[in-house]
Structures are given as structure tokens and as C-alpha cells.
């Protein structure tokens, strides 16, 4: 059977990760998650005070950029890859709210995005990949052989996140988390390099009211065709 390349795009929160991971382990393909890689290079900025406490200094992250290291680093217990900034495990702190706050910001910065495409593309040279973000099917894999876009409402994507931060620990309040989804989706769609948009040659799948099993097995089916 022939490998394929996989793009899965869309808004914050509609569960791309998890129909990818899943997506991935049932084909034997490799996953990655490049809003991990994001969020990484948001926690460096964030530590080394270049944003956070109102203030930005963002030139001086893009002149450490290439020192910044970033790896995928498979968990076989977990069964899934974790993210390491400069050798350490940060799987966990790339999550918090305080994260989320701060990553679209980070993202919107050209020189950002050039490191991180780069990598993505190198990932994905063999083919038998999913990868999950916001410009995989429009710049990082405009070859794609399937290209998929994501969508859920507002709500239902806020109540997600939502449950996913009150499950990891975080005292957050539903209202933050739906400001900070609204948030990012607009500065995803409105910045200037690389916005968040649809692949026309994209297949759209909205799961506002699908549950996991019956989004898995869709995605499996319109994947199953393509390879
Ligand atoms: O996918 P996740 O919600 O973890 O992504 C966090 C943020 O990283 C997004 O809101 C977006 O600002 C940025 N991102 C991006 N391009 C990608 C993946 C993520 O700009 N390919």
C-alpha cells in the first residue's frame, strides 16, 4: 500500500489532535502536532522574558531562534511523541492557559514560522504522515494527498478545551477559555504570513455534534480512499 501525506487543518479546539493521533496510530503513520512546536518556542520567549508581563520583545527572540532547539521525542508508554525545548520534556507546560494566551502571537512572526515549515517539511520528506495545524495544507504540504479542514462551533470547541484544561488541573474559567479560542482564531485568520485558511482542494468536516468514534471512523473511510 502506498504512504500518503496527510494535512489536517483548522480552529483552535475542534479536536484535530486527537482525530490525528488516532488517525495516525490506526495507518502505522508517523503524527505531529505543530501547534506543540509553536507553543514551545512561546514558552522560550515567555521564560526568557521576550513576552509575558506587558511586555515585548520580540526582535530578541528572533535573534536566538536558531540556537532554540525542538525534538519529538516518542513516549512508548504513553504511545504518542512528546515535545522537548532544549532537552527537556515540556509537554506539559506548553498546555497551560498561560500558553495559549501568548502563542498566536509568537506564531504571526515570519522568522517563527520559516524555522518551524522548515522542520515540518524535513518531517514529512517520506511520506506516511499526519500532521495537524493551521498551514499544513495551504504551505507546509500543498501536495497533500488528503487535506482535511476542521470546524465546530464556538461553543462546542470552548466546552472541549475547557473540560481538557479542568482535567489537566488548571483552575481556568469557561469564559477565559472561549475569549482565548475566539481570540487565537482571529489572529490565526488575520495575520500576515500564512493566516488560517481552507485548502480549496480540502474536505470540510464539521464536528460540532459527532462524537470521537463517529468522526474517527468518517475520517478513516474518506482516508482509506485516498491511499
Ligand atoms: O494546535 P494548537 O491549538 O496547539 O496551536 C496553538 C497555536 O499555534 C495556534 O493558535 C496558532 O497560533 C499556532 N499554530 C500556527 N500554525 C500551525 C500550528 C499552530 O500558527 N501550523
Given at each position: 500500500m502506498s504512504k500518503i501525506t496527510i494535512a489536517i487543518d483548522g480552529f483552535s479546539s475542534t479536536g484535530k489532535s486527537t482525530l490525528a493521533k488516532q488517525l495516525a496510530k490506526e495507518l502505522g503513520y508517523v503524527y505531529v502536532d505543530t501547534g506543540a512546536m509553536y507553543r514551545a518556542i512561546t514558552l522560550f520567549a515567555m521564560r526568557n522574558n521576550f513576552i509575558g508581563n506587558g511586555e515585548e520583545r520580540l526582535e530578541d527572540l528572533v535573534k536566538v531562534l536558531p540556537k532554540i532547539k525542538l525534538r519529538f521525542v516518542p513516549n512508548a508508554e504513553l504511545g504518542f511523541s512528546e515535545m522537548y525545548l532544549n532537552d527537556e520534556n515540556v509537554e506539559k507546560e506548553i498546555r497551560t492557559m498561560e500558553v495559549s494566551k501568548r502563542v498566536s502571537r509568537v506564531a504571526e512572526i515570519e522568522q517563527v514560522r520559516y524555522k518551524l515549515v522548515e522542520m515540518q517539511k524535513a518531517m514529512g520528506k517520506e511520506k506516511g504522515i499526519v500532521m495537524d495545524g493551521r498551514?499544513?495544507?495551504?504551505?507546509?504540504?500543498?501536495?497533500?494527498e488528503l487535506k482535511v479542514f476542521m470546524t465546530a462551533s464556538p461553543k462546542a470547541r470552548a466546552t472541549r478545551r475547557y473540560k481538557e484544561l479542568l482535567d489537566r488541573g488548571e483552575e481556568v474559567s469557561y469564559e477565559d477559555v472561549l475569549e482565548n479560542v475566539q481570540n487565537r482564531d482571529f489572529i490565526d485568520s488575520h495575520r500576515?504570513?500564512?493566516?488560517l485558511r481552507k485548502a480549496p482542494d480540502s474536505i470540510e468536516f464539521d464536528n460540532?455534534?459527532?462524537g470521537l468514534k463517529e468522526q474517527f471512523e468518517r475520517l478513516l473511510s474518506i482516508a482509506d480512499r485516498c491511499i
Open positions: 498551514d499544513i495544507g495551504t504551505v507546509v504540504f500543498p501536495d497533500a500576515e504570513f500564512s493566516p460540532s455534534d459527532m
